[in-house]
């Protein structure tokens, strides 16, 4: 799965998951890595799909302190 792979991808040092939520994966990434932990995640789950698709899967990512005061980026 994507979760899988991204765990398996992503440094330690750099940042980890934390959980998941429905259809949503929780990390916490340090903000110095954060263009290039995007990147990852967006592969995964955009790009390594096990099956052929013709339609394209955005993955939406979300930046905050908290849950409350998150903001779409980009």
């Avoid at 394209?56 to 779409?72: K, M, R, S, T, Y």
């Amino acid at each position: 799965s994507a979760l899988t792979r991204i765990h398996n991808r992503l440094n330690p040092a750099d940042g980890h998951v934390l959980f998941t939520v429905h259809d949503s994966i929780v990390l916490e990434v340090r903000l110095e890595v954060l263009p290039q932990v995007l990147s990852l995640i967006r592969e995964e789950m955009e790009e390594n799909l096990p099956f052929q698709i013709d339609v394209p899967i955005v993955a939406e990512a979300e930046l905050g302190p908290n849950w409350g005061d998150v903001q779409v980026i980009q």
